[in-house]
């Protein structure tokens, strides 16, 4: 099992920034592949960002550009950078982990609320 602990978030106005974090413990082999998905009242819960182990990423086309990951391996963390906000970014982003031979995340945090405000 793996804890998944986020910190970070708050209200911002549009074109802010601000930066979440999340910190991980329990079986490292689960946390292979860590990163942040997010969910907006009334919508599906959707990929942010992700980062492997090795560094490799994937970002939703809505975040690049904006959005920054990056993780310490000494410490098992994993950050969100977020510049120029917008109101839609608005939502609960859940920090989540999974090992390598699952092609997603399959372990979450609690959740931070980022609130941008127009």
């Known amino acids: 099992q793996v804890q998944l602990v986020e910190s970070g978030g708050g209200l911002v106005q549009a074109g802010g920034s601000l930066r979440v974090s999340c910190a991980a413990s329990?079986?490292?082999?689960?946390?292979?592949?860590m990163g942040w998905y997010r969910q907006a009242p009334g919508k599906q819960r959707e990929l942010v960002a992700v980062?492997?182990?090795?560094?490799?990423?994937n970002y939703a086309d809505s975040v690049k550009g904006r959005f920054t990951i990056s993780r310490d391996n000494a410490k098992n963390t994993v950050s969100l950078q977020m510049n120029n906000l917008k109101p839609e970014d608005t939502a609960v982003y859940y920090c989540?982990?999974?090992?390598?031979?699952?092609?997603?995340?399959?372990?979450w945090g609690q959740g931070t609320q980022v609130t941008v405000s127009s």
């Open positions: 989540g982990s999974g090992p390598v031979w699952d092609g997603g995340l399959r372990y």
């Open positions: 329990g079986g490292i082999a689960n946390i292979y592949r």
């Open positions: 980062i492997t182990r090795g560094g490799n990423i």
